[in-house]
């Protein structure tokens, strides 16, 4: 992709619209990541609905600390959505991030302010992550009608939880020195995160090391508000706080990678 000229004198804020639309196309035009969103999502709850049954399990919710009798195909449901945006938003920016490295590195050069490129960066993240979560929330209607709030609820905790893995795709993408690597981490890691929180089968469900894990907020978030009759703000924000994290390092981490060593004067 040919970097545009050097914009003398050209604010900021001018700049912007270019880098985003550049950060945008970068992150929404990988097909294999597309095909798996539209196929596998609709597929994967289908898959996880038929193992989980009809059973009831036992979840904790730790911000009353009522243990909740609820349906194992619903908490199934709930964490098959939540592996599926790890994976998706993951791969989706981490491939964008390292495929765009050195594009980006010439918008740096060409006169683009680092500033410009990292809000472009982060809008693009939020607008590919909204998209794939309220994606992945309309697919679970397919299998379960939770009611307004609930699905409410569960969207909500679905987009904090693509934006977590979307920023540690982000921190990746500049991070790691090969695509295996990447890959490797976000499967690995979402699969962990996301299958430990539910109680069917498991025996480290409920078990208060859960706490630490990125996806223990918006689990406890989605289930508090679509099976507990409770909006628990406080543990979306837990959510966000990783988010956040993952992406202020990722960022420091591009800044440098990005960083302009053309001479000055």
């Given at each position: ?18 880098a ?70 993951g ?37 590919v ?29 679905f987009?904090?939880m ?104």
């Amino acid at each position: 992709m040919p970097a545009p000229d050097t914009l003398p004198g050209t604010p900021l804020y001018g700049q912007f619209p270019t880098a985003l639309r550049f950060s945008v196309r970068e992150q929404s035009r990988n097909r294999l990541a597309a095909l798996l969103l539209l196929l596998f999502v609709p597929l994967w709850y289908l898959l996880m609905t038929a193992i989980a049954g009809d059973k009831d399990v036992d979840f904790k919710l730790y911000a009353t600390g009522e243990m909740l009798s609820v349906g194992g195909k619903h908490i199934t449901l709930i964490t098959a959505g939540l592996n599926a945006l790890t994976m998706i938003s993951g791969f989706v920016v981490f491939d964008a991030v390292r495929k765009a490295l050195a594009f980006d590195k010439r918008l740096a050069f060409a006169g683009f302010g680092q500033s410009t490129l990292v809000g472009a960066k982060m809008l693009a993240i939020g607008i590919v992550a909204s998209t794939i979560a309220l994606y992945t929330a309309l697919a679970l209607l397919l299998y379960w009608r939770p009611g307004l709030t609930g699905w409410g609820t569960i969207l909500a905790g679905f987009a904090t939880m693509t934006l977590t893995y979307g920023s540690l795709g982000l921190l990746l993408g500049v991070l790691v020195k090969n695509d295996l690597e990447g890959f490797f981490l976000i499967i690995m890691g979402g699969l962990t995160d996301t299958f430990l929180q539910n109680p069917l089968g498991n025996p480290a469900a409920n078990k208060p090391v859960l706490q630490y894990f990125p996806s223990f907020g918006p689990m406890q978030f989605s289930v508090g508000g679509s099976l507990g009759d409770t909006v628990l703000w406080r543990y979306l924000g837990f959510g966000l706080i990783w988010a956040a994290s993952f992406a202020v390092v990722g960022l420091i981490v591009f800044h440098f990678r990005t960083r302009s060593r053309r001479p000055k004067g």
